[in-house]
Nanobody
Framework: QMRLVESGGGSVQAGGSMNLSCTAS?????MAWFRQVPGKPREGVAS???????YYATSVEGRFTVSKDIAKNTLYLEMTSLKPEDSAIYYC??????????????????????WGEGITVTVTS
């Protein structure tokens, strides 16, 4: 059974940096980071293509860096130049059934069947 263990998060001042990591118990078809502010729709943040190249939501491109350690089944998210609007609960998610899928679809949330518990990120102004 897939288990996603997230770490990182906390509180930081605007302009600061923060790192998140997510380790899967085995290699899924796709892993991605999402975030959600209570009462608002979930947003895909970042993922990686099958070749490891990054894929970002427009709102974070240039500020966030996603990377994956294949050997460790770990997805990292380095967040810089953080803004108050980046405050959210960040979730790691994985696709474990149905085969591989285009990274854009992964980041839409479609077909992502396992979710971490979430990490709270708070950016203060």
């Amino acid at each position: 059974q897939m288990r996603l263990v997230e770490s990182g998060g906390g509180s930081v001042q605007a302009g600061g940096s923060m790192n998140l990591s997510c380790t899967a118990s085995y290699s899924p078809y796709c892993m991605a980071w999402f975030r959600q502010v209570p009462g608002k729709p979930r947003e895909g943040v970042a993922s990686t293509h099958s070749d490891g190249s990054p894929y970002y939501a427009t709102s974070v491109e240039g500020r966030f860096t996603v990377s994956k350690d294949i050997a460790k089944n770990t997805l990292y998210l380095e967040m810089t130049s953080l803004k108050p609007e980046d405050s959210a609960i960040y979730y790691c998610a994985a696709r474990t059934r149905g085969g591989s899928m285009d990274v854009a679809r992964c980041l839409s949330g479609f077909g992502m069947d396992e979710w971490g518990e979430g990490i709270t990120v708070t950016v203060t102004s």
